[in-house]
C-alpha cells in the first residue's frame, strides 16, 4: 500500500506525538495568555518563520529591540501572511498562514508518547509506582531541568496540531544545581524558575530519572538522563559493576519532589517582563531501535519496576480526568 506523505511539514509539526488519557479538567486549561505566550514560543521556534522574525527585528519602529520584538511580532506576521498569500514569495506557505492565523483551541492531557518515550505529568506520576514526568531541555550552554506538568496540543486551522510540554522548570542558578566529583548532577527541586516561559517543544526534550542525593538530602536529586531503552549510565548514577553477574540497581518512585504549593519563588517578576530560557529548539529524534554500548563497564540496565498488585494504580479508563 502507497503511504502517504505528511500532510503538514512544517518543523513544529511532528508525526511521532501521541497524546494519551482523557482531557485534563477545567483547572488545568490554558488561559487566554497562556494560549497567547504558547503560541508566541511556537512562532520564535520555528525554522520556516525565521525570515519573517529578521525582518521584523530590522524594522525602524522595532531596531532589534527583542521586547518589544516579542510584543509585537505575532501581529505583524499574521498581517504579512495576509497581505502576501497571493504573491509569489518564496517564504510564504499555506502552512505558515495556518500558523499565523493562531491557535483556534488548546486542548491539555495527562500522557503523551514521543518516539516511543512515555511521559506522564508530575500529578500523575505521583500516584505511580514508575517515574516519567522528568523532562530536560538543552539550551545555548545551560541544560534545563523540571517536571511535566501537562501536554497541550495546539490545535490550528485545517486541523494542524502542534505539541507542547507545560513543565515546571527548577531554578539553574549556582546555588540550586551542583555537580560532584564523579560528574553527577544534582538539582534542588524546591526551587522554580520561568514561570512565565513553561513551554517546549514535545520533540525537544529528553526524559530525565530523579534520583534521592542521599549526600545532601531533602529536595536534592540526581538528575540522570533516560536513554532508549530504559539504559542508565553508570557514571551518572555513581554505581560500581562488579561484574556481569551482578543485579540491576533499582529506584523505587519515592521521589519526593516538591508541589507547587511549596516550591519556593525564586524568580523576581518586574511587570511583565519575561525570564526567557535561552534554548536551543533542535529537535530529538530518539529511535527506540537504535544499538548501544553494552560494556558493561560504561552501562547499567536498569529497567523501572513493574506496578505490584497491591498497590493501586490510576485505571486505564482515566476516570480522573474527565473534562
Not at 9 to 31: K, Q, T
Not at 102 to 122: I, M
Not at 192 to 217: C, I, N
Not at 262 to 272: C, E, I, P
Amino acid at each position: 500500500m502507497e503511504e502517504h506523505a505528511p500532510r503538514f511539514n512544517l518543523s513544529i509539526v511532528s508525526s511521532g506525538v501521541e497524546v494519551g488519557g482523557a482531557r485534563l479538567s477545567a483547572e488545568y486549561a490554558l488561559s487566554d495568555e497562556e494560549i497567547a505566550i504558547a503560541h508566541w514560543w511556537v512562532l520564535i521556534n520555528c525554522e520556516e518563520v525565521k525570515y519573517w522574525k529578521e525582518l521584523h527585528l530590522n524594522f525602524p519602529e522595532v531596531d532589534g529591540d527583542l521586547e518589544y520584538h516579542n510584543m509585537t511580532f505575532a501581529n505583524y506576521f499574521r498581517t504579512w501572511m495576509d497581505m502576501i498569500k497571493s504573491d509569489d514569495n518564496p517564504n510564504w506557505s499555506h502552512e505558515l498562514l495556518l500558523l499565523a492565523m493562531q491557535p483556534q483551541r488548546a486542548r491539555v492531557y495527562p500522557t503523551c508518547t514521543v518516539n516511543d518515550v512515555k511521559f506522564v505529568s508530575e500529578e500523575r506520576d505521583s500516584r505511580r509506582r514508575t517515574q516519567n514526568s522528568g523532562v530536560m531541555a538543552k539550551g545555548h550552554g545551560l541544560d534545563y531541568y523540571g517536571v511535566l506538568h501537562s501536554v497541550v496540543e495546539l490545535v490550528y486551522a485545517e486541523d494542524m496540531k502542534v505539541h507542547l510540554f507545560k513543565c515546571r522548570w527548577f531554578d539553574t542558578g549556582a546555588q540550586s544545581m551542583k555537580m560532584d566529583q564523579y560528574g553527577n548532577l544534582s538539582v534542588n527541586t524546591a526551587t522554580s524558575a520561568y514561570e512565565d516561559d513553561p513551554f517546549v517543544f514535545a520533540t525537544s526534550v529528553k526524559q530525565v530519572f530523579y534520583l534521592d542525593d542521599l549526600a545532601r538530602g531533602d529536595a536534592w536529586k540526581i538528575a540522570n538522563i533516560v536513554h532508549p531503552r530504559n539504559i542508565y549510565r553508570a557514571a551518572t548514577l555513581g554505581v560500581t559493576i562488579p561484574g556481569p553477574e551482578a543485579d540491576a540497581y533499582q529506584e523505587p518512585n519515592a521521589v519526593g519532589i516538591h508541589d507547587v504549593a511549596t516550591v519556593r519563588q525564586n524568580n523576581v517578576k518586574h511587570g511583565r517582563v519575561l525570564r526567557i530560557r535561552d534554548e536551543d529548539s533542535t529537535f530529538i529524534d530518539v529511535d527506540p531501535n537504535e544499538e548501544t554500548d553494552d560494556d558493561s563497564d560504561d552501562e547499567l540496565r536498569h529497567r523501572l519496576p513493574d506496578i505490584n498488585s497491591d498497590t493501586e494504580e490510576d485505571s486505564s479508563d482515566d476516570s480522573d480526568y474527565e473534562p
